[in-house]
Structures are given as structure tokens and as C-alpha cells.
């Protein structure tokens, strides 16, 4: 406080501040009005560049990289008139000392913001390869829905029970996921077993015609059915078919085509087995066990040759024993 006044305690150096400043402020005032002009020029061309890239982008139809990229451009001219600004205003601040600040203060950005930084450009990259759209139904990271938007940061999802589900882009761009809707056309199966002792082709002739005549199932491909095993308690068939990739077409298509493969084959008196298992009770003490020319598997095969317990045969070993003694 002392070096703001005289030595006969006046106010004299403070005014003298105070007439420096304002002498500078005057001097820069031409610098400041020219500023200003070019933030104000920048700014409608940030603008004009903005409309022109999002109007482009949704026109291509691709709405969602319309935002990111308006506001990208936006953002950079911005950026590039607050750095002329700076050095207008202050014509001693070289343009390189700002880039090399700006480097430096963008590697020390990047590390405390890893995270963030990651997933922005993961997600531009997803918004400019387009694997998915805004509307796709896909499936990531164990959970499965409609693609609702695309942001910098993450990708929303709503699930088919009406849930939101937010994955951070990074996630997505780094790993694996399905996009049920990416084509036309989407192919179901479903296993049918008939019967033993069914015809296998007229079963499969019937299957095909109510697939094809089912509501939902594609005439082109068609319906295909073919035998795939000949397993325990019947013979299974596989009934495969075409519908619109959307889960709504899928699942409905299914249960319609299942109840008519069943009323054709139930209609024509083909089997189709409930599964069938024999259980077999009998005496695993016998005396041939581990003779495997002699062990039994399940039931014998007639009465007189029923091999013996080897209790039976021990209690008629030792009658055979105390009859030679008493002889």
C-alpha cells in the first residue's frame, strides 16, 4: 500500500496507475473493436459452415453424424477465432507460443480426460463407418434393442421391455456386437422330432407347405426342411425359414410357424415322441459280474439261464462244503 502513495502520503501514484491503464486501455482499443469484429465474422461464418455440413449430412440421410459434425466445425472455427482475437488484442503473443501452449495443454487434456477423449472419437468413427444406424436393433455386451441415438460420448439403446441401456461408444468400437437388422432378410430354424417308424418325407413335405403357408415367412428363400439325426426316441427334422430381420417379425413368424407344422403333422398322424426312458431294476451282486462273456445287461433273456447272486452261490457252495464233510 505504501508504494501506491508519496512520501507526504497523497494519492499522486495511484492516479498515475490509473492513467497508465487507461492510456493502454485507449491504445488498445482499435485492437479490442477489431477483435471483437472478428469473433463477430467468425461466428456467422462458424454458423453458415455449421448449417451447410448439417444440412449436407441429412440430406445423405445420416442424421445423427449431422449433429456431431455441425458441431465439430463449429466448434473449430470458433476455437481458430479465439486464438486470432488473442493475438490482435495482444500483438506481442506470437501465434507459435500459442500453438506450442496449446500442445502442451492438449497432452496433459488428453491424459486426465483418456476416458472421454476415448469414447468422442470412437464415436465419430462409428458415425462415419456407419456399422449401425439410428433404428437398427442390435445386440452388445449381453444386452439386445433398438438403436434410439448415437452421441460423442455413448450409444442409447432401448431394450424390448422398455428399458434404456447407455454403452459408452468406446465399448462398442472396441468390441463385438450383432446388427440383427444390417440385412433384408433374417433365417429362423426350429427341430421337430416324428416318430420312429414315420415317413420322413411326407413329414418334411408338410412342414415345408405350412411354413410356406404361414403369415410373415418369405416365398424367396424358401422354406427348407431336412433331417439332421436319428437319436434316442425319434427321428428329428429341421424346419429352417425367412422373415423381415426385426425381432417383432421373428418371434411372431416362429410361434405362427410352429403351431402349423404342428396341426399339419398332428392332421396327417405323424408321431411326434414325448421323450422315453427305460429303467431296468435287477441284482448287480451276481456271480458273473466281470466276466464279460458271461455279465448280463439288462434284462436276462429267458428263465432257466437267470445267472445266480453270489450270495445264492456262496450259501450253496458251503451246503456243498458241510455235505462232503459229513461224508
Partial sequence: MDELLDADGGLGPIVTKLEAWTEGLIRLTPNLISAVLLLLVLYVVARAFSYSVSRTLRYRGRPALANVGSALVRWSIMILALLLAATIVLPSLRPGDLLSGLGIGSVAIGFAFKDILQNLLSGILILL????RVGDQIVVNGFEGTVEDIETRATYIKTYDGRRVVIPNSQIYTGTFTVNTAFDFRRSEYEVGIGASDDW??????MVEAAASTKGVLADPSPEAFPIGIDAYQNTIRLRWWTKPDRASVIHTQGRVILAAFKALNGAGIDMPYPTQVHLWHDQTEDTDGDRKRQREGWPAG???????????AKEASRENQSSRSD
Fill in 129 to 132: 463407418r456407419q456399422p449401425f
Fill in 201 to 206: 418325407d411326407k413329414a418334411m413335405q408338410l
Fill in 303 to 313: 428263465r432257466g439261464d437267470i445267472p445266480r447272486s453270489r450270495f445264492d452261490a
